[in-house]
């Protein structure tokens, strides 16, 4: 389908041909698994504090609904288009098939850019955008969560107008928002906690002592800074990290306290003290134990993967890594590589939590939901592996095949609606 043509999208459907391909779906087949089950574009006109108007262009792309209702975040850049948007829900189809959670996969978006827009003209786009969806979304339709550019407050507004629609109060219609609105105590974190997980778990997997290891993050936002914190508690060495504005390093590792402190006075970890200054580029061929891709997509690319110089490469970012870098890393058997759709796969897994929470209007405490996060991420990263093992498979086509069958045998199960 041409309109969803974007580098992401077609980066993503090479990923899904190599899993047809490993499990012999049959040609026909494959569109239907592949290709979304309804894209939305929507113009938002907003008032701008100086009294112009501005026309904003939204997306929302609903991936398949077999398993349940879609989920999948928002996100504020000034590049997304509606391809980027169909390889994002594609990709949280498989994840969630993956984790055996209830849902299709989702992705939405707003071109603009919100670091240039005041609180008012955020609110603005952001209820303007909500009304314009209210009749492809509801808790058991389509949920949304925050993603690259939006945040708690963003949900909330989200959910304060899908409410007023409705007439009463529907928490369930969004994930990620305020505790004190029914989010989940622990959602907020929930990403990151999974990734430093599951790099624990690999570097048990390949006999790495976890207390003598070095990292490098690239991406210090909610994921990138959550994912060093909890490395750094497993006693991980954080010697590099950066964001769009630049990097630092520090041979001796990061204090990353002082490192928030700095960010949330300087919006950018460039120019923190006692560090040197390195560029994005510079952090992914950083000699180091584990890299972190924690920003956007395609960054490991056939350029620079044979230059990688790590033991553990996690994935907290969406599609970091292309196909063609995956076809060198293949050959490098000394990374041990933790795919995008299980390693950053922890919040959706407690937005799922924050659902059933709402749903119910019965909370947990945030040690119930770490508990139960690393319960599923624990199953998900055992079946990967061993299928990886049994079948001699990179892992992420072991990740993706599970997801991916689980949705192929779903919509064989419930058969073609004629």
Request: hydrophobic share 40%.
């Amino acid at each position: 389908m041409e309109i969803f043509d974007h580098p992401t999208f077609r980066m993503a459907c090479q990923q899904f041909d190599l899993v047809a391909d490993y499990l012999q779906v049959p040609g026909p087949e494959r569109d239907r698994l592949k290709f979304p089950k309804r894209s939305m574009v929507v113009a938002l006109p907003i008032r701008r504090d100086d009294g112009s108007t501005t026309v904003f262009t939204g997306y929302r792309v609903q991936h398949h609904m077999t398993l349940g209702p879609t989920k999948g975040g928002l996100r504020y850049h000034p590049d997304v288009t509606v391809g980027e948007v169909a390889a994002l829900a594609m990709w949280m189809s498989w994840k969630c098939a993956l984790t055996g959670l209830p849902y299709g996969g989702a992705k939405g978006g707003v071109a603009c850019d919100p670091g240039k827009m005041s609180p008012g003209e955020l609110e603005r786009v952001t209820r303007r955008y909500t009304q314009e969806m209210i009749p492809f979304i509801g808790p058991q339709v389509d949920v949304m969560a925050p993603d690259l550019g939006t945040n708690e407050q963003v949900m909330a507004w989200m959910m304060d107008t899908y409410s007023m629609h409705s007439g009463h109060s529907v928490p369930s219609i969004v994930t990620g928002k305020p505790v004190g609105l029914g989010g989940s105590l622990g959602r907020r974190e929930a990403t990151g906690r999974g990734v430093g997980y599951l790099v624990n778990r690999a570097t048990d997997t390949i006999g790495l002592d976890i207390a003598k290891t070095r990292a490098a993050v690239q991406g210090f936002g909610n994921v990138g800074s959550v994912a060093a914190l909890s490395l750094a508690r497993y006693g991980v060495r954080i010697v590099a990290v950066s964001d769009a504005m630049g990097g630092v390093f520090n041979e001796d590792g990061l204090d990353l306290w002082e490192l928030q402190k700095h960010v949330a006075a300087n919006r950018t970890v460039a120019g923190f003290p006692n560090s040197e200054p390195i560029t994005n580029e510079q952090l992914l061929v950083l000699p180091c134990d584990i890299l972190v891709p924690a920003a956007l997509e395609r960054q490991i690319t056939e350029a620079n993967a044979g230059a990688i110089q790590c033991r553990i490469l996690a994935e907290a970012a969406n599609g970091p890594t292309t196909p063609e870098a995956d076809a060198i890393l293949n050959q490098r058997p000394e990374i041990f590589v933790v795919p995008d759709v299980l390693c950053n796969a922890g919040g959706v897994v407690v937005s799922y939590f924050e659902w059933v929470q709402d749903l119910q209007s019965f909370f947990w405490g945030e040690t119930e939901v770490v508990d139960k996060l690393f319960r599923i991420l624990e199953g998900a990263y055992v079946q990967v592996l061993n299928l990886s093992r049994r079948h001699k498979l990179p892992m992420r086509l072991a990740a993706l095949s599970l997801g991916i069958r689980r949705v192929w045998e779903a919509k064989r199960t419930r058969g073609l609606f004629p």
